[in-house]
T-cell receptor, first 115, second 114 residues
């Protein structure tokens, strides 16, 4: 059973470009969470999705950031018109159900560098 | 608002030394508690978790943690560290009544010298 798969592992974008980060949850998991880790900081919750639904996006910046988890295929975190401050590690986690008394399994992360 | 504090940002130990990493949280309700480890270049792995029951929790690789409710603490311990324990350690909390969000501490980088 493969773990949570994120790609790419490293992504370099110039200011103003778009970044697309992909996350395939573990088999059988229908709940996906995205977290961002800025340098020297802990992970910060961004968004929680179930298939075709955004449950909580309270941690997402209001502009330029969006997330989806379609019926088929991976979850996508999309950052439009990237700026230097978007440089961070973005982690995806999945769980078989809402994370109440269950653990979430994390991917290896995507390290975004904006130049 | 919930928050998690990890007091030590960097810890350096020699092999066979004992380890204790502090973690305190602020939240008045019932919580689930976690310690994650991130080895260099790898994903976050769960070391141990506390949901209910015995407040002394044993995890993988000889780690344990004790939940002290009165102190809002969940400190991680290991009696004798190894070089392979070099990693970053994160304490995390989620409130049972808001379930899914994990609130992470800022992490502790542990370097174990051979």
């Amino acid at each position: 059973n493969a773990g949570v798969m994120q790609n790419p592992r490293h992504l370099v974008r110039r200011r103003g470009q778009e970044a697309r980060l992909r996350c395939s949850p573990m088999k059988g998991h229908s709940h996906v969470y995205w977290y961002r880790q800025l340098p020297e900081e802990g992970l910060k919750f961004m968004v929680y999705l179930q298939k075709e639904n955004i449950i909580d996006e309270s941690g997402m910046p209001k502009e330029r950031f969006s997330a989806e988890f379609p019926k088929e295929g991976p979850s996508i975190l999309r950052i439009q018109q990237v700026v230097r401050g978007d440089s961070a590690a973005y982690f995806c986690a999945s769980s078989p159900q809402g994370q109440q008394n269950t653990e979430a399994f994390f991917g290896q992360g995507t390290r975004l560098t904006v130049v | 608002a919930q928050s998690v504090s990890q007091h030590n940002h960097h810890v350096i130990l020699s092999e066979a030394a004992s380890l204790e990493l502090g973690c305190n949280y602020s939240y008045g309700g019932t919580v689930n508690l976690f310690w994650y480890v991130q080895y260099p270049g790898q994903h976050l792995q769960l070391l141990l978790k506390y949901f209910s029951g015995d407040p002394l929790v044993k995890g993988i690789k000889g780690f344990e943690a004790e939940f002290i409710k009165s102190k809002f603490s969940f400190n991680l311990r290991k009696p004798s560290v190894q070089w392979s324990d070099t990693a970053e350690y994160f304490c995390a909390v989620n409130a049972v009544d808001s379930s899914y969000k994990l609130i992470f501490g800022s992490g502790t980088r542990l370097l174990v010298r051979p």
